[in-house]
């Protein structure tokens, strides 16, 4: 399973980067607003640090607008995947922007009648919004699987991006029904190596080590 980012953060994409945490990054206008910073500059700043896909959200509502935003994202660098909702502006729009070559993360899919739509569209991602689902007292984990089993019956190659993913427990999840991607805020993956029993296995060994005095360096 690939692991995006989810953040405009550069110091935490960086840190994780580093350890090859790091397949790709999404952002939305939240995050961009949460930033502080210019969609433009802090999109390519990203880019320039991260191989994989990058995703950057348009602002438009309307399909041609969407189209021009989309064709303005995509000049930032060869890894923009351009992020259009799921309505049918953004179908057309993805429809439009995946023709012309480009990668296209239809984000906000909260069904599996959506994620059909997507993929007919030619989306390169979509975005089921896991946590939101689970808001609101519906499985998000439930529309992930379904979408798995859709998109294998008909070998629709639009790969599934698990968003809002909001706990460990989710990433899990995700690994076990068969989730392409999984975008996460930095604080999720680095949750992920927490167990208390690794912590006291280590602290017995370093008591050991101490008391024997063993050395290798
Ligand atoms: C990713 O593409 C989404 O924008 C993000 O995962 C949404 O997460 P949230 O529901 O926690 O805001």
Redesign the pocket.
């Known amino acids: 399973m690939k692991f995006f980012v989810?953040t405009a953060e550069i110091d935490a994409i960086a840190e994780l980067n580093d350890l090859g945490m790091v397949d790709g990054v999404?952002?939305?206008p939240?995050?961009i607003k949460k930033s502080g910073r210019d969609i433009i500059e802090v999109t390519k700043e990203i880019c320039d640090l991260v191989d994989g896909p990058v995703?950057a959200e348009v602002t438009a509502i309307d399909a041609d607008e969407m189209i021009a935003e989309g064709r303005k994202l995509v000049e930032i660098a060869d890894n923009i995947a351009v992020?259009v909702p799921l309505t049918w502006d953004g179908l057309k729009a993805c429809k439009a922007l995946s023709d012309d070559g480009h990668m296209v993360?239809v984000?906000l899919c909260f069904s599996a009648n959506q994620a059909l739509l997507a993929a007919k569209a030619g989306a390169t991602f979509i975005?089921p919004?896991i946590?939101?689902l689970d808001d609101i007292n519906v499985d998000g984990m439930d529309l992930i699987g379904d979408i798995r089993s859709i998109y294998d019956n008909y070998g629709f190659d639009t790969q599934i991006?698990a968003?809002?993913?909001?706990t460990v427990n989710h990433v899990t999840e995700c690994a076990l029904v068969g989730a392409d991607v999984m975008?996460?805020?930095p604080n999720v993956i680095k949750a992920m190596i927490n167990h208390p029993l690794t912590d006291k296995g280590l602290d017995a060994f370093l008591a050991d080590i101490k008391a024997a005095g063993i050395k290798i360096l």
């Open positions: 989810d999404t952002t939305n939240s995050l995703s992020k993360n984000t975005s919004f946590g939101r991006l968003a809002s993913i909001r975008t996460a805020p």
